[in-house]
């Protein structure tokens, strides 16, 4: 692997079973993961969230917590002068990134970050719809919610692929109960072959900081993406080094 350059002061760094392209940090803070909007976001969501995080429901009761949540936001969302009329966007509730885009079977699948129960972030799912043309779109059930009996309190971002024998699977990052102190794990669902119903792997977590086999992390290490070349599956994550280690936000490739 040769090294290359990624920009005046970035480089490509390599050890071991992982690659880290590395760059200067600019000490920007990512305002979605700062533990101060957490703490806010979980006062006006009211004492219903935190025993949510403190209670085990069943699939079957999870999707129906949220699909009345949904709901109950859905006048509050048609009102809304500024909402998109053209873009994508749920039904009600708040929205972030668009993850493990996929075609399958005739349509183009989008998951996406979702709280069902408010508009402001917190309580993380994946969203799902789909579409045959990306303009007119179903929206589709829940795909993943955090596993609050396991300390799951997010699913965070990450990607959809099809294994070697042709079986939709997701990746993505769990968040525990404090984010930045909790290292954050890599987690797998599988899913049914329409895509709209997910099952959490037994074996998770499927890789942690513990046996990943690369450098000591120092708080983020998430968003997995899967990608495969010359018949190799590849995953990247982003993550940020231990301060030993140089302290660099880096990319590790597996």
Not at 91 to 104: F, K, L
Not at 181 to 210: M, Y
Not at 225 to 250: C, H, P, Q, W
Request: proline share 8%; net charge neutral; glycine share 10%.
């Amino acid at each position: 692997i040769h090294p290359v350059s990624l920009s005046e002061q970035g480089s490509l760094v390599t050890e071991g079973p992982f690659i880290a392209m590395a760059w200067p940090c600019s000490g920007l803070r990512c305002g979605h993961c700062d533990a101060t909007l957490r703490r806010e976001n979980d006062r006006k969501m009211g004492p219903s969230m935190r025993e949510r995080k403190l209670s085990s429901h069943s699939p079957a009761d999870e999707r129906r917590r949220a699909r009345q949540a949904i709901d109950r936001l859905m006048k509050k969302a048609d009102e809304d002068p500024a909402r998109p009329q053209f873009h994508f966007r749920p039904e009600a509730g708040w929205m972030n990134d668009p993850n493990g885009t996929i075609y399958h079977n005739g349509y183009y699948h989008l998951f996406y970050q979702f709280n069902p129960f408010g508009d402001v972030w917190n309580d993380t799912h994946w969203g799902h719809a789909r579409s045959r043309d990306l303009v007119a779109w179903e929206h589709q059930p829940i795909a993943l919610w955090p596993s609050y009996d396991r300390g799951e309190t997010g699913c965070f971002s990450g990607a959809c692929a099809m294994d070697g024998h042709g079986d939709p699977y997701i990746l993505y990052t769990q968040v525990g109960p404090r984010p930045g102190v909790n290292p954050h794990e890599q987690w797998a669902a599988t899913g049914s072959s329409d895509l709209r119903s997910w099952t959490k792997h037994p074996a998770n977590p499927i890789l942690s900081v513990k046996t990943h086999g690369g450098p000591k992390i120092q708080g983020d290490w998430r968003d997995p993406y899967i990608f495969r070349t010359a018949n190799r599956t590849f995953m990247i994550l982003g993550a940020r080094l231990d301060a030993k280690e140089g302290g660099d936000s880096v990319i590790l490739l597996y």
